[in-house]
C-alpha cells in the first residue's frame, strides 16, 4: 500500500489549500481515512478521519474550517482546508486509520 500526499504550500492566513491522498489500494473503499499533521516540534494529532459510510470527525482546532472528503472511484482522499491560521502550519500526513500506513507528508506553511 502506498499514500501519496500532495497540495501543500505557503498561504496567507485566511487562505485555503486542498490536500489531496492518492491510494494504490485495492480495498481503499472499505478503508477508513485520516489526516495527521505535526506542527514543528509538537507530536503528530489527528486533524480528521472519514469512515467507509464517510461520517466524518475532525479536531475541534480545525471544526468549521476544514473538510474531509474521499473519492473511492478515484482512490482519493482530500482536506480542503480553508480560513487557514499560522498554528495550523505543519507537515500534513495521509494515513489508513489503524493501519500504521502513511503517505510521504506535505508541508503546509501559513504566514501572519
Known amino acids: 500500500v502506498q499514500l501519496q500526499a500532495s497540495g501543500g504550500g505557503l498561504v496567507q492566513a485566511g487562505g485555503s489549500l486542498r490536500l489531496s491522498c492518492a491510494a494504490s489500494?485495492?480495498?481503499?473503499?472499505?478503508?477508513?481515512m485520516g489526516w495527521y499533521r505535526q506542527p514543528p516540534g509538537k507530536q503528530r494529532e489527528l486533524v480528521a478521519g472519514?469512515?467507509?459510510?464517510?461520517?466524518?470527525n475532525y479536531a475541534d482546532s480545525v471544526k468549521g474550517r476544514f473538510t474531509i472528503s474521499r473519492d473511492n472511484a478515484r482512490k482519493m482522499v482530500y482536506l480542503q482546508m480553508n480560513s487557514l491560521k499560522p498554528e495550523d502550519t505543519a507537515v500534513y500526513y495521509c494515513?489508513?486509520?489503524?493501519?500504521?500506513?502513511w503517505g510521504q507528508g506535505t508541508q503546509v506553511t501559513v504566514s501572519s
Open positions: 494515513t489508513i486509520l489503524g493501519s500504521g500506513y
Open positions: 489500494d485495492t480495498f481503499f473503499s472499505s478503508r477508513p
Open positions: 472519514i469512515t467507509v459510510s464517510e461520517n466524518t
